[in-house]
């Protein structure tokens, strides 16, 4: 297929026509010139419809990046036939910012950090994760923005910030909060299984479903009875992401064992 014909195929909405038309150009110039290539950050959803994509694409040399382990927001970097994974070094394209903002046990939410950053001019593709502790935050950020935020961000809410660039060896995520969940369902359909993880009778999980609330790998799925399997990510607006950690045999009254992580 061709880039029109991918991005027809793959792409839901204009937003995200750009975004993977931005992507397939990257990887184009990684080709073409022989270079590492990174699209600016994406959003979990965002890096869900590119996957497919690149699949129908002849499955580029690429991987995703964050600047830390497990990072929600990637970049993707398109590699050369030359370079191997390893050797992309992640500091050429990513920075990180401490902001410090005492006293210890201020109030501020992520929703601050981030409205404050779009208050100086960022787009939300230049602003990676943003890691809220009790006395500083973490931002991720690409390379070209760092001197802006370095200069430019001195306030977030109503506490003023002390800034300074950190290696992002430094960065320090806080382990996720989550409730193990064991239980069984009649089926792995996606309503049951939601139903079971965010605690929701099953009607109701299927009124999320038709209603547009819920995805499913990060990709908004409107079908109470799309399968679902091990690793599967099911979030739902408003409750928040659950994760099938393990789909096990059938209990004693025929039901099918499931093991969830729902992250508080």
Known sequence: MNKTELLNKFSKDPEERMVLARALDQMDRAANRSIPCATQFLSPAQRAAL????????????????????????????????QEPEDWDAPDELAAIECAYPPTGADLTHRDLLGGLMGIGLTREKVGDILVGDAAAQIVCLKDAAPIILSQFGQAGRYRLKLREI???DLTPAPAEVKVIHDTVSTLRLDAVLASGFSLARGKAADAVTGGRVSLNHRECVKPDKAVAEGDVLTCRGLGKCVVKAVGGQSRKGRIIIEIERYL
């Open 51 to 82: 996957e497919p994509l690149l699949a129908a694409s002849g499955h580029p040399r690429h991987l995703f990046h964050g600047g830390y382990e497990g990072a929600e927001r990637t970049m993707c970097v398109f590699l050369p036939d030359w």
């Open 167 to 169: 290696p992002l060896a």
